[in-house]
């Protein structure tokens, strides 16, 4: 089951050694059940920010964050959330197996009907892998095991920051094609977050577009390539031509800086 997220004029501070710190401003957008988002910035804008609020790690400072119309914090009660981190974080005494069950372990249940470890451990393409100690795998291997276990408990969401960031490329490309066919096969929604504007544009049906801190959405970009993706699918006239348009949006941000409320999010079809 996916669900859409409605994030309705979310702003969120910080107070650092008694001085108010914004790190978001006004965040309005509607992500559709089954889709996948990707959000892109720069360092320090607020894109893990705006995850944390929607896993319900956070609290927003003014607006309101619904999940299929629930506060977040119902669904990570319900363990509906599931969470990649850049750095994969498995516990090193433990095998395969035993870091993707980690959450069934912690919950005293898994969801009813929902996949063994087993059979995650195949969907994430690692078959006789579950024994072995996360020291003995690649880090691209440890981060499959990561989603994996984000996958254990069936979230109707799964949001991901920067889980490839620290890949090499080719490696990257290959968990670019990797997570779509598991995003395909369990129809979750999901959001990434990442640095990589072509990641972002092979992955995501939208591209959020976000401004310097505090961050805004500057635009709201579609992407027009077709499904199923391929790698060659990077070298056609639309991926070029929407990676242009969010480069364009993300270095032509400059004249916007100093105003003192953003324009209305651009939406290019």
Known sequence: MSLEIKIDRVSMTYTIERRVVPALDSIDVTIQS???????????????????????????????????????????????????????????????????????????????????????????????????????????????VAIARALILQPSVLLLDEPFGALDEITRQRMNVELLRIWTQTGTTAILVTHSLSEAIFMADRVLVMSERPGRILADIKVPVTRPRGLDQMATAAFFETVNRARQVLFGQGADDTSPRPPSPVTVA
Request: proline residues 8%; glycine residues 16%; aromatic residues 4%.
């Open 34 to 144: 089954g889709s996948f988002v990707a959000i892109v910035g720069p360092s320090g804008c607020g894109k893990s920010t705006l995850l944390r609020l929607i896993a319900d790690i956070l609290v927003p400072t003014e607006g309101t964050i619904r999940i299929g119309g629930r506060q977040p914090s119902e669904l990570r009660q319900k363990r509906q959330i599931g969470f990649v981190f850049q750095d994969p974080t498995l516990l090193p005494w433990r095998n395969v197996l035993e870091n993707i069950s980690l959450p069934i372990a912690v919950a005293g249940t898994g969801a009813p009907g929902g996949p063994s470890a087993t059979d995650l451990l195949d969907l994430v393409g690692l078959r006789g892998f579950g024994e072995a100690r996360p020291a003995q795998l690649s880090g691209g291997m440890q981060q499959r």
